[in-house]
């Protein structure tokens, strides 16, 4: 483990606002590429679309227009991430009937868990606790269990972001609301609130959320010390806690349901207020700009409009990353639009910039000695380049919790994490 203090910046917690993103003129709505399952265009090149309207519609989730406006063009793009996939340009025009109107609550316990399923489904939902996933298809994956447990990450796993940790304090009704929305949508048997120390979740108002049979678990994770927030790092820590002592958590593991704040705060917005997911809370950050801040942005709003928003530049900067420094990805340029998977974009000035031609593996052993899984990065590295086929190292690369610590260490910037991530997947398909 390694200390947070080699990643964290002061700026932290420093935040209790939020601001609402300018409108540019136009937006550019990521729908997906034919992997991700392509969603069916509802819309085409001059048509009129109201805020919210439906858009694309996929078997999983909907894609919904951010902002009123006319279609202006549909093409194949450049996404945040380095992938490509359909956008659909809509230039900003006619009246907004979400965005600063006050919407009736509505009440959410009269729906059973297959309509609540249904309706997250249509809002468009996904899951962004690792990678963005459509919440629908998790909760059909989950519903064939018979004991459920719905992990809550109530903390940002990187410790440079604190988009969770934010919407966490700011939103805890949200949070509480979501929570028990998706405890009834997956029909939780337990639910474990996995907090940082600092702040724990207020047990006597969960209980105006919760009438479900679900169990409520409350777990501390200390954030000093990194990794703490991945999948594997918060089951250890459960099957740890003096709490959780129970059969339950014997098999706890990756066929339970793992979700974060922003997710939970989108799932209560679309079933109280019924509110589809046209926008997202960004921790806008970095050495490059002149100030940071959290901001509520429209999806499809491009990275370049949020930095004029700022100010501009202090410096420019030499990369852009998007969800933070240690677990998060290099975004391909200014010209990207923000999808649902965003939650931070960080600019970094060319002295934060570590040099990034790779070397061969020198064998130094460190990525071997910072695994919090005790394993060899460098080793399997090598099996997923070699000709000889080594099924038993590439393996074990199962075991994994992408913390990215290895990188962070490796002197010879060997893309260690993403290839073990590449060798994963590949391992379960
Ligand atoms: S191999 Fe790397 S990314 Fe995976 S758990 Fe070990 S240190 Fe973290
Ligand atoms: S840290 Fe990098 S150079 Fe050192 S053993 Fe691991 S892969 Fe090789």
């Known amino acids: 483990m390694v200390s947070v203090s080699e990643f964290i910046s002061e700026e932290k917690y420093l935040f209790d606002s939020v601001a609402n993103g300018y409108m540019s003129k136009y937006f550019f709505v990521p729908v997906g590429s034919e992997k991700d399952g392509l969603k069916e265009l509802l819309v085409q090149k001059g048509d009129e679309v109201k805020e919210g309207q439906v858009i694309a519609k996929g078997r999983f989730e909907n894609v919904h227009s951010p902002v009123p406006g006319i279609v202006s063009d549909i093409f194949v793009g450049d996404y945040g991430d380095g992938k490509q996939g359909l956008i659909i340009k809509i230039m900003l025009s006619g009246a907004f009937s979400i965005t600063g109107k006050k919407h009736d609550k509505i009440d959410w316990k009269i729906y059973d868990s297959s309509s609540l399923a249904f309706m997250l489904r249509d809002a468009g939902i996904e899951n962004t606790f690792k990678k963005a996933e459509p919440i629908y298809k998790q909760i059909k994956e989950i519903s064939e269990k018979e004991s459920k447990v719905l992990v809550i990450r109530l903390f940002d796993e990187d410790p440079e972001r604190c988009t969770d940790s934010f919407v966490t304090r700011k939103f805890s009704q949200k949070i509480y609301g979501g929570a028990a929305i998706l405890a009834r949508a997956i029909e939780a048997t337990a639910v474990v609130f996995a907090y940082e120390k600092s702040f724990k979740p207020d047990e006597s108002v969960l209980g105006e959320y919760f009438d479900s049979d679900a169990k409520l678990f409350f777990v501390p994770i200390d954030v000093k010390k990194y990794p703490f927030g991945t999948m594997h790092d918060l089951v250890?820590?459960?099957?740890?806690?003096?709490?959780?002592?129970?059969?339950?958590?014997?098999?706890?593991?990756?066929?339970?349901?793992?979700?974060?704040?922003?997710?939970?705060?989108?799932?209560?917005?679309?079933?109280?207020?019924?509110?589809?997911?046209?926008?997202r809370y960004i921790h806008v950050n970095g050495a490059s700009l002149n100030v940071t801040g959290i901001l509520n942005l429209k999806i499809g709003t491009l990275i370049s409009s949020v930095v004029e928003q700022f100010g501009g530049f202090k410096e420019p900067p030499a990369r852009i990353i998007i969800n933070g420094i240690v677990t998060g990805l290099a975004a391909t340029g200014l010209n990207v639009p923000i999808s649902k998977n965003v939650k931070s974009i960080t600019f970094l000035p060319q002295e934060q910039v570590a040099p990034q031609h790779t070397e061969i593996c020198i064998r130094c052993g460190r990525c071997r000695k910072i695994c919090p899984v005790n394993l060899w990065p460098g080793n399997i590295y090598r099996a997923a380049h070699s000709e000889n086929e080594e099924p038993d190292v590439l393996k074990i690369s199962l075991l994994c919790s992408e913390c990215g610590l290895c990188n962070a260490v490796c002197p010879s910037r060997i893309p260690l994490c993403q290839t073990i991530a590449l060798v994963k997947e590949k391992i379960k398909e």
Do not use: M, W
Not at 236 to 243: M, Q
Not at 252 to 275: H, M, N, P, Q
């Open 236 to 279: 250890s820590s459960i099957k740890k806690h003096k709490s959780c002592r129970n059969p339950i958590f014997e098999k706890l593991g990756a066929k339970d349901f793992f979700v974060d704040s922003v997710t939970l705060a989108s799932i209560y917005d679309a079933i109280v207020f019924e509110k589809p997911l046209i926008d």
